[in-house]
């Protein structure tokens, strides 16, 4: 599936008495970039960052997701960027731990959530501990071990919450990701070739972004046009080289029988025909 990077500076009412809110001067970065390919979309979200915004005044980029390695690797790229663990995931990994506590699966997950404020890993380790006890399949245990190693493996993106939270305006990945890429590309059922996916990943980044579709196409049938001129101009400039160089040869090599001692037989022929013509 094809990544998405949004970048924005904050939150604001679309209207004055409206419930809804929006994002200020949002800008989206999409595409496959597969493996290593990973560190050239953090590098074109660190240029954007950098060419908008002074650095010196900027104090904090936020870096919120749901914990996978490609996102947290923009830390190692991105000037004052720290990670924020998006409460959605959390959320989902906290029902997972508790569902089968019955009735008291609302207590213990308020528990869990104390134990973050406290920022205590001792007490979460051992009220999992007691999860895995009560639970009554192996499966199920796994999974609360799991959601375990994931708050673990997101600790200081969960308890950053704690002295950051009134600056931290929450993730709304999943919403931008469902309207910017899922409705075109995945809301029904459709077949992609990696490259049919990067090309319409970008494409959608790029309308999102406020881009011209109709230029697009425009400026890139322009430059195929130009591309085949290059080509026509290209093939005829080697063709006049091979013209040149057949020629060039042929040059060398009556220049070289004069060059090997047959001059006398060439100056007698000469001669024969300057006599028959005089």
Request: hydrophobic share 30%.
């Amino acid at each position: 599936m094809p990544k998405l990077v949004y970048v924005y500076e904050g939150v604001e009412r679309e209207s004055p008495k409206s419930k809804r809110w929006k994002l200020i001067n949002t800008h989206y970065f999409s595409g496959l970039y597969e493996g290593e390919r990973n560190t050239d979309l953090w590098l074109e979200v660190a240029d954007y960052i950098d060419t908008h915004y002074d650095m010196d005044y900027l104090e904090t980029v936020y870096l919120c997701g749901d914990g996978a390695n490609w996102i947290k690797q923009g830390l190692s790229w991105i000037n004052k960027s720290v990670f924020v663990l998006d409460k959605y995931h959390l959320g989902k990994y906290l029902v997972k731990s508790v569902v089968h506590m019955g009735e008291q699966a609302e207590t213990v997950k308020q528990m869990i959530e104390d134990e973050f404020s406290f920022e205590d890993k001792e007490a979460i380790n051992e009220i999992y501990g007691k999860l895995i006890d009560f639970a009554e399949s192996d499966r199920k245990k796994e999974e609360i071990e799991q959601a375990r190693r994931y708050i673990m493996n997101n600790w200081k993106g969960i308890t950053i919450y704690n002295t950051r939270g009134h600056e931290i305006t929450g993730c709304s990945a999943e919403g931008h990701v469902s309207h910017v890429l899922s409705s075109r590309m995945s809301s029904r059922p459709l077949g992609w070739s990696k490259k049919g996916a990067e090309n319409m990943a970008k494409l959608r980044a790029f309308a999102w972004n406020g881009g011209n579709i109709y230029d697009l196409l425009m400026y890139r049938k322009y430059k195929e046009r130009q591309e085949e001129r290059d080509e026509e101009r290209d093939t005829i400039v080697k063709r006049a080289r091979a013209r040149m160089s057949k020629y060039n040869d042929s040059m060398s090599h009556s220049v070289g029988a004069i060059e090997t001692g047959k001059v006398g037989t060439l100056y007698e022929m000469m001669k024969s025909i300057r006599g028959y013509c005089g």
